[in-house]
């Protein structure tokens, strides 16, 4: 099993910056995909970053150019930095793991509020 615990969120005023952290324990194995998904009200949950132990990224439309996937393999971490932050990017974020035989995480999400 493995457990994922995400920090960082909170309340922010548009166009401003925020991390997110997320900490994977238990059995990891390599290589995986870890990754960051938002939910705002009354949507589905979407895509936000993903990052390979390989170091290879995807980013939602949405987000490219203003959000930046990195990880810590070492420490199994993964963080997402959040830079001109929207009211739009409100939601709840997720932090997720998958394995190499698809075997699938989340953390319990941490809200990100932006508003003036």
């Known amino acids: 099993q493995v457990q994922l615990v995400e920090s960082g969120g909170g309340l922010v005023q548009p166009g401003g910056s925020l991390t997110l952290s997320c900490a994977a324990s238990?059995?990891?194995?390599?290589?995986?995909?870890m990754g960051w998904y938002r939910q705002a009200p009354g949507k589905q949950r979407e895509l936000v970053a993903t990052m390979s132990s390989g170091s290879r990224t995807n980013y939602a439309a949405s987000v490219k150019g203003r959000f930046t996937i990195s990880r810590d393999n070492a420490k199994n971490m993964v963080f997402l930095q959040m830079n001109i932050l929207k009211p739009e990017d409100t939601a709840v974020y997720y932090c997720n793991l998958v394995g190499i035989r698809t075997d699938t995480y989340w953390g319990q999400g941490t809200q990100v509020t932006v508003s003036s």
């Open positions: 238990g059995s990891i194995f390599r290589p995986n995909v």
